[in-house]
């Protein structure tokens, strides 16, 4: 097993930016070097503990699913060993866990679609009888399966690190006011680069839910990210369909009106609920019980997923 990576630490390569989860680096003026590590956020806090492994099953997922889904829309992914680009007493760091990608503009916009009312979405259907603006059928139950999967696009606040549930019209508005200097000469709008985003989310998402439960897991809703290459070629980026990006259920214990359990950091949640913390910096050291039970739900959702041993 290896050694969980709270933080790389990459000297070969010029360090752009450390996220909640994922380190980046630069390559070269084409491509970037991302490393997921195993740090964990919870209320929008990384938490003090890594959660050994959760890097290499977000990796592993998002690969899976680049492969499977690849005909759909095209990918970050070069093809290139990690290990190749960096120093040979840093590729420890990124075995299993890195991966080489396309330099892209990314598109102002978090692609969620969801399949199931849960969620914020159960709190807006239960206000409004609609999910972000999409009116739905009266009489719906928490969790209860949408006649149809809907897109539900969001957009990063301006404060804070919360995203915030926007109308498609003004996710579209928000990708021409963004792309249009990357979009000169392409012959695109960033309006027409947020349809094809929601049409091949709502695509993704679909296809992975069909396969998803032939091997009895439910994906309830799921977040996608995209980016432009210079010719305005829309790509899928980050991650995709993982358990960080995705509310994934065990089918087997699925019940209309209530909320199921989760392949998920479920447990650190249920666990931080319990303390008097007021969900700000710096977050709480976990106790090993719950470190070891978040990694396992973390492997057994790759492994139940794709029928591979970890």
């Not at 450390?18 to 380190?23: I, P, S």
């Not at 199931?116 to 972000?132: H, L, M, N, R």
């Not at 995203?163 to 963004?178: K, L, R, W």
């Not at 210079?230 to 790509?235: D, F, P, Q, S």
Request: glycine share 8%.
């Amino acid at each position: 097993m290896t050694t969980p990576l709270f933080q790389s630490s990459i000297t070969s390569l010029p360090l752009l930016s450390r996220g909640k989860v994922r380190d980046i680096y630069a390559v070269d003026a084409d491509k970037l070097l991302i490393i997921t590590t195993d740090r964990l956020s919870a209320f929008d806090v990384i938490l003090p503990d890594p959660i050994p492994r959760k890097g290499e099953v977000l990796t592993a997922i998002a690969d899976f699913w680049f492969a499977r889904l690849g005909d759909i829309v095209p990918n970050q992914l070069t093809g290139i060993d990690p290990e190749s680009v960096v120093a040979d007493n840093e590729r420890a760091q990124v075995r299993a866990r890195g991966i080489v990608v396309k330099r892209l503009k990314p598109l102002p916009i978090e692609a969620v679609v969801r399949g199931y009312v849960i969620g914020s979405g159960w709190k807006d259907y239960q206000q409004t009888g609609a999910i972000c603006g999409i009116a739905l059928p009266a009489g719906l139950k928490m969790a209860q399966k949408l006649p149809a999967p809907i897109f539900t696009p969001a957009t990063k606040a301006e404060v804070g690190d919360h995203d915030e549930n926007v109308s498609y019209e003004q996710a579209a508005a928000n990708c021409d006011a963004a792309l249009a200097e990357a979009l000169q000469g392409t012959g695109k709008r960033g309006a027409q680069l947020c349809a094809e985003a929601r049409d091949a989310s709502l695509r993704l998402y679909q296809e992975a839910a069909v396969y998803a439960a032939t091997r009895g897991i439910i994906i309830a809703d799921t977040k996608f990210e995209f980016g432009i290459d210079a010719a305005g070629t829309l790509h899928l980026i980050d991650e995709a369909l993982t358990p960080d990006s995705s509310r994934f259920w065990p089918a087997s214990d699925y019940r209309e009106g209530s909320n199921p359990p989760s392949y998920d950091k479920q447990f650190v949640r249920d666990y931080l609920e319990t303390l008097d913390w007021g969900k700000v910096a710096p977050g709480p050291t976990l106790p090993a019980d719950v470190i070891a039970r978040t990694s396992a739900k973390y492997i057994e959702a790759y492994e139940k997923l794709t029928g591979k041993t970890l």
